[in-house]
């Protein structure tokens, strides 16, 4: 069997708190554990967070082990969404330039807009932050996603109810939400208008993204299928703004729910330059059985051409609620981590469990526990520094944690 490899020594940075009323003590942790991660050219780590009202930046130069003075982005305070699916992000440039994008949550229920700022000297200041959509309606647009390219080019797309609303003032049915996204070719200093990449999306999920080697976008996100199956579409932005947009059904476990489950999917690209042959995914399916013995966490192959998926494999216990799977591929190589809960004595214990595979996933070795906290964390993630693979987990008792794998 193989092995997972081995990781190396764990970085910590332990968490500090202000004292505060009770409830904004709980939305400040929440917000904390919710972060996004990036490494720059340098090697350096930049994290994205916030403390509820102002999306925050800091940097590490040895690996996580101590941070930068934060620096605060949104120069008014906004109520920031930084919690589960829902999280500041950021990206890096090929240049160095460093891009970050949240949705600040409006007044009225489940509505939002989503913001853009960026900074064009590594990171010394942040300029003004932009609304990246011009619909200004106070309705959902939430859900952010970032995706820069190995060619510079930005695209951010989000979850946005405008077509539902519009459906219901004539009186039309409407599934779900929509997915839209804008693209700016100019490093963030403008954007094209939004543009709709699917109707009928699922409201709560977070979209994946990942490239193809010639830069091209691609993204997946739970979607609402007829009688409201709650699988997954894949669709690939094309470079030219002038070609359609291809959408293809990605997973077909049919589970049918009439609501949002919050779990979004993992997808990365697979094989580099003339090798490339499709995508790696990985998905939660709740199944369609009331005692939820078919609920499991499942991954697969998707043809990139021909999109075919291969039978997908489930993997996790579901008895320990597996979810949230992170994916990074180099090459064939593939890791594969998720989340499980451990209860024991009236002890919970969060865990970290990951696959390895050394054939493009077409096999796996065995899944291991490679860390753990006895108290709240946030979803792993996984991120590469000159191919080397690090889990990033952040945890509210042992603050970050980054494994080298």
Not at 24 to 32: G, L, V
Not at 120 to 136: L, M, S, W, Y
Not at 159 to 188: E, M, N, Q
């Amino acid at each position: 069997m193989k092995k997972l490899l081995v990781f190396c020594t764990a970085f910590w940075m332990c968490l500090s708190f202000t004292a505060e009323a009770h409830e904004d003590h709980k939305q400040h942790q929440k917000a904390i554990l919710a972060i996004s991660v990036a490494f720059d050219v340098t090697g350096n780590l930049w994290r994205a967070t916030s403390n509820g009202s102002f999306v925050q930046v800091d940097s590490s130069s040895d690996l996580g082990k101590h941070f930068s003075k934060a620096v605060s982005i949104n120069p008014r305070a906004q109520n920031i969404a930084a919690d589960g699916e829902a999280r500041p992000k950021i990206a890096i440039g090929p240049e160095g330039h460093i891009y970050l994008t949240w949705t600040e949550a409006l007044a009225k229920p489940f509505t939002g807009y989503v913001w853009f700022a960026r900074s064009i000297n590594g990171g010394k200041t942040f300029e003004a932050p932009i609304i990246v959509h011009q619909d200004r309606a106070e309705i959902t647009h939430r859900f952010d996603a970032l995706n820069v390219a190995p060619s510079g080019n930005i695209t951010v797309a989000w979850v946005d109810k405008r077509d539902l609303i519009s459906a219901k003032t004539v009186g039309k049915h409407y599934d779900g939400a929509a997915i839209y996204f804008a693209t700016s070719s100019d490093k963030g200093a403008s954007f094209a208008v939004e543009q709709k990449l699917a109707d009928s999306s699922c409201e709560c999920c977070r979209i994946a993204f990942t490239n193809k080697p010639d830069g091209t976008v691609v993204a997946m996100w739970r979607h609402v299928f007829e009688g409201s199956e709650r699988d997954h579409m894949i669709a690939e932005i094309p470079l030219n703004a002038s070609q359609a947009v291809v959408v293809k059904r990605a997973t077909f476990g049919r589970w049918k729910i009439d609501g949002c489950p919050h779990h979004g999917a993992a997808l990365a690209s697979g094989g580099e330059g003339k090798g490339w042959w499709g995508y790696h995914m990985a998905w939660f399916d709740g199944g369609n059985d009331d005692t939820g013995k078919d609920a499991n966490l499942f991954y697969a192959r998707m043809d990139g051409e021909a999109w075919v998926s291969s039978p997908a494999k489930k993997f996790g216990n579901h008895k320990n609620q597996a979810g949230h799977p992170a994916l990074l591929s180099i090459g064939e190589k593939v890791w594969l981590v998720w989340c499980e809960t451990d209860i024991k004595e009236g002890a919970t214990k969060n865990v970290v469990m990951a696959m390895f595979s050394e054939d493009g996933g077409r096999s796996w070795g065995d899944a291991s526990a490679i860390a753990s906290t006895m108290d709240k964390a946030d979803y792993p993630q996984l991120l590469a520094k000159d191919n080397q693979p690090f889990l990033v987990w952040n945890t509210l008792k042992d603050g970050l944690k980054l494994v080298c794998l």
